[in-house]
């Protein structure tokens, strides 16, 4: 987040709300914008570090009010008005998605896809295929059959195939710096 546009003490403020001591409420800072960045790119958002900007925006200008009447955990109220913050965006009209990979520029994203698949653990990368298996309803289906397998909710499910995707997109990007850098 640019603070440079901020009033000089908001900021402060937001992290004395956060928590009085100031490296706690740093880390909880980053927490809380790990995790927003990650729901929102999660559903499917493409600019996720800028809708995490708009949340913070929206506190801060709320801060004051925050700080004398606000009780309960920041976090929650974060992930609340960034629940709205994803909401608007995905109204906004036709969003653009990013650019669309040239099918040669596909096809070597695939095998890098592979390369990475093999590197994750037997059980994780039965995971992530068996999670994207089948079409729809089908699809759902397979979801529920495998948290039942695995003995984990639908939403443990979710978020281990999250930390899976993640792991695997770190590696595809790794793997295309180093053949820019060849």
């Not at 608007?88 to 390369?115: F, K, M, T, V």
């Not at 068996?130 to 699809?139: F, L, N, P, Q, T």
């Not at 003995?151 to 443990?156: E, P």
């Amino acid at each position: 987040m640019d603070t440079s546009s901020l009033p000089p003490d908001d900021f402060e403020k937001l992290l004395r709300w956060l928590d009085p001591d100031r490296d706690k409420a740093g880390e909880k800072y980053e927490k809380i914008r790990h995790r927003l960045i990650r729901i929102f790119s999660a559903r499917g958002c493409w600019e996720p570090e800028e809708l995490f900007d708009r949340t913070t925006d929206i506190i801060i200008s709320k801060i004051d009010w925050l700080i004398e009447n606000f009780v309960g955990d920041p976090a929650l109220y974060f992930y609340g008005v960034g629940k709205n913050v994803l909401r608007d965006w995905i109204r906004r009209p036709s969003p653009l998605p990013p650019p669309q990979p040239e099918p040669d520029e596909l096809e070597e994203i695939c095998g890098y896809l592979d390369e990475c698949l093999e590197k994750l653990s037997p059980s994780d990368r039965y995971i992530a295929l068996r999670y994207h298996e089948g079409e729809k309803g089908e699809k759902i289906k397979n979801r529920k059959d495998l948290a039942a397998e695995l003995k984990i909710s639908l939403n443990a499910l979710r978020i281990r195939v999250c930390h899976i995707h993640s792991r695997l997109r770190e590696c595809i990007e790794r793997l295309q710096k180093n053949k820019g850098t060849q």
